[in-house]
């Protein structure tokens, strides 16, 4: 390439992460890198997109990086990233490293960090998301120091590859989750269908009135192939995830289905 | 089926919306209705679920309905239907009747309606979301009064069929999309890629600050076969999706890319 590639990082940490920086010292070494986040931590707002109010955008010095500051969700930051700062395409978006694993079916819609991956994607860019497994106490303490260096190692690896030989045909975005006590071994998976079985908790406010927080507790039985499996034993999972959700099924099944010639 | 099924209505426009009731003038009939939606109109917020704030619940009665009023997003309205108002798993969940289209790869990750059905489907439940295309000018008038024709008899259909046998196997959400100008004829169809391109306005307030709106231009060649190509050529859309966004792709194939055998 002759050329140097240009890489937009964003995340939905928010821009004094120390895993946006973590990626930042990765891909600078690749090319000319554009850092373009929330001003604030924006987690579980997956693919939202700011229709309703606009936006606002401020050029600040955070961390040793120049950034941008953008007050919406990650998805904004990817789109003021391609169409207003760097005002063309990049060769790659990465949105992480995020505090905290994102995997599984749910991961994929519910995601601020891979939010942003497919909203990159489907502007047209390469695009990786990538997350760090994180104790489930430690997943809003974004500023403690972390052992990045088997998640640095990997994104290097596909950043590399990508810069090199673009994404593979039929791949979209790659969701890398890199587990907190990593081993060497990468495995390609597939999504995890749940990772959590919901549940609520009912609190009374000051006043007597009910509020309720939305929990969940981990599935526990990961099969085997999937993104929750490889993590929970120690490897780094690299998902290929397409744009396309559409059902996988014979259409003149489903009409009849329809039809209701089955059933 | 002995005992009446169990439906939970919801949506991303709020409950004062028309669309919500056309949805309940149509659920009543088949089973026993649970309208739980949020308090206001939540659109392009995707399968956003609320983990950073508590949420809060009003029984009230609108349009002729007794409803749950959410101060969340429409996937918080979903889990705190099934979970806390029915407090089991309903026979379907019915997203809509949305005031504009959800069409395209980006609707199932942005759009608000399309986003609570994924978690319905998540939870367990058989899920349908429907919309109808409304003139642009017209997206954001939720009381005009419209003809529902169309879109009622297609939702009746289809929870009519499911309630008897079932979501067809390898199927999650039906997504929906009912043109403004309906012919009587129904595509069975997969996501079109994309629907917009993107466009920023940039514009200066009144203190001279700039700030930015996001908006998009319709994409004009609608590939045939897709949801887009069905709706703007006046055929009601039915597309099957799947929660699984795996790419489709040989992981031998994907490995050897990784370790740069390909390129």
């Known amino acids: 390439m002759n050329r140097k590639p240009k890489i937009l990082i964003t995340n939905d940490d928010g ?71 760097i005002g063309e395409l990049p060769d790659l978006v990465v949105s992480g490293i995020n505090m905290g694993e994102n995997i599984s079916t749910e991961a994929v819609t519910t995601s601020g960090t891979v939010g942003a991956a497919l909203e990159a994607a489907t502007q047209g860019s390469a695009a990786i998301a990538i997350s760090l497994e994180v104790p489930d106490t430690d ?14 190692s990997v994104l290097r690896k596909v950043a590399e590859r990508i810069l090199s030989d673009g994404m593979p045909e039929g791949v979209d975005v790659f969701n890398i989750n890199v587990p907190s006590q990593p081993s060497a071994e990468i495995e390609f998976t597939r999504l995890a269908r749940r990772l959590y079985v919901t549940r609520i908790e009912e609190r009374l406010d000051p006043r007597g009135r009910k509020y309720y927080w939305i929990d969940g507790i981990e599935i526990e039985d990961a099969e085997e192939g999937t993104d929750l499996h490889a993590l929970r034993n120690g490897r780094t999972s690299i998902t290929p995830l397409t744009l396309d959700s559409t059902a996988r099924i014979d259409f003149n099944k489903l009409r009849r289905w329809f039809d209701g010639g089955e059933g």
């Open 15 to 85: 821009l004094y992460s120390a895993g946006l920086k973590a990626s930042y010292e990765v891909l600078k070494e690749l090319g000319e890198v554009f850092v373009v986040a929330p001003a604030v931590q924006k987690s579980g707002v997956g693919r939202s997109i700011s229709i309703m109010e606009p936006i606002r955008v401020s050029k600040v010095h955070v961390n040793g990086m120049t950034s941008y500051a953008v007050d919406g969700t990650p998805t904004d930051a990817v789109i003021i990233g391609i169409h207003e700062i």
């Open 139 to 152: 997943k809003f303490e974004l500023f403690k120091p972390r052992d990045f260096t088997a998640a640095k």
